[in-house]
């Protein structure tokens, strides 16, 4: 069969998984904290076992469409002040560390509570991390400074851990947390700044999704053409050779 159809086809699968990215973007563009997903495509040549082949028949190498790099966009989104004295934003670069007592994760969403148990969490129930560890307060005014330190009625409690780790390695690990991908080792933060009373939002820009949607649709479908126009070919191509024999 010609690689041609290979090509289309790989180049049709390369667009759903790009529509599937835009749109959980899309969805999560209401979402405090949310860094988008990229995804960047390349071309990708396949390994071509020549062996058999005879003296001056035709060779080639075939080539495909692929996903060449997959990623956390670590942009940063708009601020919002809400005045709440447990709501965090990290103004620059770096993530608050979360921990569920077997998993570490990663966040840009500071909007935490207090547990019963006077652990700083967050929503989905991952303890906050200082450089202590665990961020415990108990009743009384917590005060957060620009590098990060926690007083409470005025006395230090802990600082909070933030560390830096570019977007290649990030990865999804759960609704609102990010991990890292095997073998990374997130660097500590000590000139992190942080602003209580506020959140940062989302990194989503709509109206530019909406334009990525639109293009990886009408992608979609010229290469679904492309194959339909194959099948078409190869169908002919039979009919004939079967009428001519």
Do not use: C, H, W
């Amino acid at each position: 069969m010609d690689q041609g159809i290979y090509t289309a086809a790989s180049g049709a699968k390369v667009m759903e998984d790009k529509l599937l990215v835009i749109s959980n973007n899309l969805s999560n563009a209401g979402t405090a904290g949310f860094k988008r997903q990229a995804i960047g495509l390349s071309e990708f040549e396949k390994q071509l076992d020549i062996s058999e082949l005879s003296q001056g028949q035709y060779r080639r190498t075939p080539i495909d469409v692929v996903v060449g790099r997959n990623y956390i966009d670590t942009k940063t989104g708009p601020y919002r002040q809400t005045d709440n004295p447990l709501d965090f934003a990290i103004t620059g670069k770096g993530f608050f560390v979360l921990n569920d007592g077997n998993t570490t994760g990663y966040t840009r969403a500071g909007s935490f509570s207090v547990s019963p148990e006077g652990l700083l969490v967050s929503p989905q129930g991952y303890r906050v991390q200082g450089e202590g560890g665990d961020i415990t307060l108990g009743q009384g005014n917590v005060v957060v400074d620009a590098n990060g330190t926690i007083t409470l009625d005025n006395e230090t409690i802990d600082r909070f851990r933030v560390v830096d780790i570019q977007g290649s390695d990030l990865k999804r690990q759960g609704p609102g947390i990010l991990g890292v991908k095997d073998t990374v080792v997130p660097g500590e933060m000590e000139d992190a700044s942080i602003k209580q009373g506020s959140i940062e939002l989302s990194n989503v820009e709509p109206m530019m999704e909406m334009i990525g949607l639109i293009n990886a649709q009408r992608a979609y479908e010229s290469f679904q053409k492309v194959v339909k126009s194959f099948n078409e070919v190869y169908a002919l191509s039979i009919n004939k050779v079967g009428s001519l024999a």
